[in-house]
């Protein structure tokens, strides 16, 4: 019976994610994963899409890619996957209720965890703008499930758990946070599981780590100190710096009183209510919860960054402890259910490009055969094709014919011109398309973008081989 309620969440997650599809953001942020995972599908060792990322985003992405036949179907594949929060949340919620509570105790607060998580705005929106937060929360969440196993006893869930969290580092090295809250739970970890079991764990979760702590020791020898290496890299996206109690109030506000807005009182009443429950079991996963919130912003700050996005990595921990809570009064678990349910519903996230996967793929299949050279002039306005998008589209078609070079015809994506429209225009070689755009009366605000498609097919690329 949980396994059919754990699917059908699943489900009705996959469903609500569907219905914003059409607004997913395609640009380099979101595309970067796939890119990377069809570079390892070519035979070639991927890179991580993002300097703070590592090798377990491409990897995940692999099987998605592989399946895929356009980036419709790509994209719809990745939503859907996203959805297995709420099944996770049903789990973590009912493992880490007591086995003393009453049956009913259990499924009310494993059904308003799963409800709280499958209309989730805030980890809809993370599916729509393709670069936060990635696939984290979906990894901590099946940490946090491994969790509660291994305080039941389940002899394999130690090392599941460290696997998950290696993963979800991975994904987001801000993801980090969340061990700190296993801390204080090691010494009963050790009299469940004994210590040779949790050497075992550890000697498998370095294991996994293996690729993440490479690609972590590359960027802290960047010559400026390795403190300073790793806060250049956080910092990347930052302007000017902000002090550290403006980010924690932004960061929180942001999470909480906009993400779930209409609905706030849910999720701080029920964490309250755990963390003062008499079931020491209850406290415990209060405590689980909110240290990994903690440990999550304390890593943010100490780069000096931080934004609301950020804390979603914690979402299932979150939502399982606030289920946990309510479910104290089980009718007020399902009360707060369905004003979950009522309220979100349709307050769904708006794309900036609505229709661009599709738009990706229409143009993709508008391209003569033979090889091709796919590359982008923008004039302005909204970049509604993206060069490696259409070619990625094509790769997922079963396209192999798109390469750099002085006389492969040259495909240009037109866009932002006069035309309503973007265009695509077919010229003899790259020479020829330069030509075309020195005769313009305006200078483009941006020509190229072959080079992010092309060190995928060819690694050793240089940038200069995919200027024209």
């Known amino acids: 019976m949980r396994l ?8 009705v997650a996959a ?4 219905r914003v599809l059409d607004h997913a953001v395609v640009g380099s942020d979101s595309l970067g994963p796939y890119l990377q995972a069809q570079a390892a599908l070519f035979g070639n060792l991927p890179r991580p899409p993002n300097p703070e990322s590592g090798d377990a985003l491409w990897l995940t992405m692999v099987p998605l890619v592989a399946a895929a036949d356009s980036l419709v179907e790509l994209f719809s594949f990745r939503f859907a996957l996203g959805g297995i929060v709420a099944p996770l949340g049903f789990a973590a919620a009912y493992h880490w209720t007591s086995e003393t509570r009453s049956a009913q105790r259990r499924w009310a607060a494993a059904m308003t965890a799963g409800i709280l998580l499958a209309f989730d705005p805030g ?4 599916l729509v703008s393709g670069a936060r937060s990635y696939g984290a929360p979906e990894f901590v969440g099946a940490f946090t499930l491994s969790m509660a196993l291994s305080l039941r006893g389940v002899p394999w869930a130690p090392a599941a758990g460290l696997v998950s969290l290696v993963f979800a580092i991975g994904h987001h090295p801000l993801a980090i946070g969340v061990a700190i809250a296993a801390l204080p739970f090691l ?3 050790h009299r469940i599981h004994g210590g040779r079991t949790l050497q075992k764990t550890l ?8 690729p993440q702590a490479a690609r972590l020791g590359s960027l802290a020898l960047c010559g400026e100190g390795i403190g300073a290496c790793l806060a250049k890299v956080a910092q990347s996206n930052i302007t000017e710096p902000v002090p550290w109690m403006e980010l924690t109030k932004v960061s929180l506000h942001d999470r909480f009183a906009v993400d779930f807005k209409g609905t706030t009182a849910v999720v701080i009443v029920g964490v309250v209510l755990a963390l003062f429950c008499r079931q020491k079991d209850h406290r415990k996963s209060a405590l689980f919860a909110v240290i990994s919130l903690i440990g999550v912003l304390g890593v943010g700050l100490s780069n000096g960054y931080i934004r609301s996005y950020h804390l979603r990595i914690v979402a299932v921990p979150v939502a399982a402890v606030a289920a946990i809570g309510l479910a104290r009064v089980w009718p007020l678990a399902g009360v707060a259910s369905i004003a979950v349910v009522l ?10 490009d609505p229709g661009a996967m599709a738009r990706q793929d229409a143009a993709a299949t508008t391209l003569p055969n033979g090889p091709l050279w796919v590359d982008r002039v923008w004039w302005g306005g909204p970049p509604t094709l993206d060069a490696s998008a259409v070619v990625l589209s094509g790769w997922l078609r079963g396209r192999g014919d798109f390469e750099l070079g002085d006389t492969t015809p040259f495909v240009l994506l037109n866009v932002g011109s006069e035309a309503d429209e973007p265009t ?3 010229f003899g070689s790259a020479s020829t398309a330069r030509e075309w755009v020195q005769e313009q009366s305006t200078a483009p605000h941006q020509a190229g973008g072959a080079y992010d498609w092309a060190t995928v097919v060819q690694p050793n690329t240089r940038l200069e081989d995919a200027r024209w």
């Open 4 to 11: 059919l309620t754990m699917l059908g969440l699943w489900a």
């Open 15 to 18: 469903w609500h994610r569907l």
């Open 123 to 126: 980890l809809v929106d993370t």
């Open 187 to 189: 010494h009963q970890l």
């Open 203 to 210: 000697w498998i979760g370095a294991l996994a780590a293996v």
């Open 343 to 352: 309220t979100h519903m349709d307050r769904l996230p708006v794309g900036p």
């Open 424 to 426: 695509i225009k077919l």
